[in-house]
């Protein structure tokens, strides 16, 4: 009877499972809107994709609850967060933000997830690792929010 009622419970909560698969808007990649090293493009691929971009890896156990709702949960989060395929080319102080923003979340330990490195151990970045993406995120910023300054500077004199 206990294993009756066990199936039927897996089974109920397969049904009522939600999608596993956020929507992602479509726009901008943040390849196409700002430069940046081939280090960095590597260490994005490695630690922030699969949550911050519609490029979701979605594994096997995605598929099964409670692992299914927690994985689409951060995935949702880190989306409406930072979305590295939905990148505010057009809003360069929120572009900013995002990277400085990035920056904190990495040098505090607060990302990657910790659940998501012990399942992914190639997501774990070095000392040297974070200050190269830090460097880069920090003087990047300043480029947009300068040139955003510029760009407003001269539609005001018009």
Not at 115 to 129: A, C, D, F, N, V
Not at 130 to 139: I, L, R, S, T
């Amino acid at each position: 009877m206990a294993v009756a009622v066990c199936l039927l419970a897996a089974i109920c909560m397969m049904a009522a499972r939600p999608r596993n698969k956020p929507p992602a808007r479509v726009g901008v990649p943040i390849e196409r809107a700002i430069s940046m090293p081939a280090e960095v493009a590597r260490l994005l691929d490695r630690g922030c994709r699969d949550c911050h971009s519609k490029e979701t890896k979605w594994p096997w156990y995605s598929r099964i609850p409670p692992a299914s709702w927690m994985m689409a949960n951060d995935v949702e989060k880190g989306r409406m967060a930072m979305n590295l395929s939905d990148w505010p080319a057009s809003r360069p102080w929120k572009a900013a933000g995002a990277l400085l923003a990035a920056c904190a979340a990495v040098q505090s330990g607060r990302m990657p997830l910790r659940g998501y490195m012990l399942l992914h151990r190639e997501s774990r970045w070095s000392e040297p690792e974070k200050k190269a993406f830090c460097e880069w995120a920090n003087g990047e910023s300043r480029r947009l929010l300068v040139n955003n300054q510029l760009t407003t500077n001269k539609e005001s004199e018009k």
